[in-house]
């Protein structure tokens, strides 16, 4: 079976790069994926697949059944979406879009998502039982998953795969990481209302501005005095805003940030934490405060028995040496996770990383892929989807 998916690959391989860069150079913002979902749908079409459109807004299924009789059904998840940035990649195929570029290889994502289906709607006996693909809207702000699974996408669906790119990984490489892959993620907006008075009398006015300064360096430094050094937690204040004049204290800061962790008993924890840190800080100098705490994406935990598939059929497709098991989790944010709240799912890392250009990091402006990671993702996420029915673990089966 590898065999034939490996062939099958090489003969779709042109198309697919032709797909890669069809989406590379129009990309599209979360929420507005309208062409490029159009697009997906036409290509499954092409492929015989039972395609529903408008799911989670711009999100698009498609489903195949094969020529088995197992009853589980497995999903294959890919987002389209684009970020608000002006590409200086100064590739043949960059963004036709001012101010808007895949930089996160989201575009890479829907490109090896659709081979995965290319090859599997032409081997019907790799498919034993049914397979779903999810080409998701709206990743990049947290919103897409939710919108698909409210729309019915994990209905039926007894397991779930997905892939991101890895630009520190080269592109003939996969990374396998088991157990947590990313972090939580919430939003954090905290208010400092003090009083306004003349900048030459602070002892008449409640400064914002220096009471703002003493929260965030509490926060700080109360992460390495009060919470678990083995539990990682990170706090970055990315925005503050106060102030009218030189001369005139400010009676309002406003703050925004991000809220990182990886234990559930920290993360659950932690609007109690930051509150406790906010008022002290602001009783003790007679400010008043407001504290809007939003919890964003839960954690990846990847499932060991399907991460186990992915990492036996990428070894498989391209020898033990082309795939290393990442020992750390990465504090970035996934909305893969909102998934895994209705089957257990693994997402694997994808190499993209060029041998002899210079590599950059996602969402920056010259991120760029070696395009040789669309077969390294194709040939073993078709596998494992065989290789998952194969196995009869599931009661389901
Ligand atoms: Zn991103
Ligand atoms: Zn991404």
Redesign the pocket.
Known sequence: MLDQIKNLSQKLNPRLLEIHRHLHANPELSGQEYQTSAYVAGVLSSCGIRVREAVGKTGVIGELSGLGKDKRMIALRA?MDALPIEERTNLGYSSSKPGVMHA???DVHTTVGLGVAMILSQLPEAVLGKVRFLFQPA??IAQGARWMIKDGAMQGVDAILSL?VFPSIPARSIGIRYGTLTAATDDLEIIIQGESGHGARPHEAVDAIWIAAQVITSLQQAISRTQNPLRPLVLSIGQINGGRAPNIIADQVKMTGTVRSIHPETHANLPDWIESIVSNVSRTYQASYQIKYTRGVPSVQNDSFLTQILEDASKESWGRENVKILTEPSLGAEDFSLYLEHAPGSMLRLGVGSENKQNYP?HHPQFHVDEHCIMTGVVPIAYAIYKYFLNSSSPNN
Request: charged share 40%.
């Open positions: 987002d996160c290889g989201h990743e990049e991101h996602l």
